[in-house]
């Protein structure tokens, strides 16, 4: 079992649905990141929190600690929301080294 | 914000020829970046971390002596690939983190796609 699971690994929305991503985690952690990666394989870091929830324009990401469980949400999605979605752990005591998650493909259709 | 820049994007070359590929922060000091390694369809792999002035420590099942890394300055690790077989070929990606570490998050190069012929 991969210490990082998300679901769904496909998703496809229609433009402005509320899309939300979900991560669960079985490892002690210090944080944990959501990452988007487009096609090009770049990667932008979106979020990275530790505890109760974080906003950025469409973008909500929160975290339940003691569940192990992190969400990310989307609202009014676009289509150029559309590229890979990744949860990654930071482990606790560790050098800072991320585990990811196998991501979750995300296509959002006018 | 902060920038990471990896060079180059793209490489395509002979089998048995060694690749360097650089990863500079931008607008920060980095005395820790990471290199991964991502193969089609897969998650993200740690490789190595690596440490400025000290050796790099590789995960297990990367061999140092193929993946040599440096990082000799607070703002470039290096990561070359010596002798490379198609089997090499894949995405590496390296991210940084800043020097006061603590809670900042890392900060992630555009990648580097290696292909081996």
């Known amino acids: 079992k991969n210490e990082v699971e998300q679901s769904p690994q496909n998703l496809t929305a229609q433009e402005g649905e509320f899309i939300t991503i979900n991560c669960s985690y079985s490892v002690g952690i210090s944080a944990l990141h959501w990452l988007q990666q487009h096609p090009g394989g770049g990667i932008v870091s979106l979020f990275m929190?530790?505890?109760g929830k974080k906003k950025h324009g469409r973008l909500i990401a929160t975290i339940n600690i003691q569940e192990k469980h992190s969400s990310l949400h989307i609202t009014a999605s676009h289509p150029r929301d559309s590229a890979v979605y990744i949860c990654a752990v930071k482990v606790a005591r560790s050098q800072g080294n991320l585990i990811f998650g196998k991501g979750t493909k995300l296509s959002v259709k006018p | 914000g902060a920038v990471v820049s990896q060079h180059p994007s793209w490489v395509i070359c002979k089998s048995g020829t060694s690749v360097k590929i650089e990863c500079r922060s931008l607008?920060?000091?980095?005395?820790?970046m990471f290199w991964y390694r991502q193969f089609p369809k897969q998650s993200l792999m740690l490789m190595a971390t690596s440490n400025e002035g000290s050796k790099a420590t590789y995960e297990q099942g990367v061999e140092k002596d193929k993946f040599l890394i440096n990082h000799a300055s607070l703002t470039l690790s290096t990561l070359t690939v010596t002798s490379a077989h198609p089997e090499d070929s894949s995405f590496y990606i390296c991210?940084?983190?800043?020097?006061?570490?603590?809670?900042?998050?890392?900060?992630f190069g555009d990648g580097t796609r290696l292909s081996i012929l």
């Open positions: 607008d920060f000091q980095a005395t820790t």
């Open positions: 991210s940084a983190r800043p020097r006061q570490g603590g809670n900042q998050p890392q900060h």
């Open positions: 929190l530790s505890s």
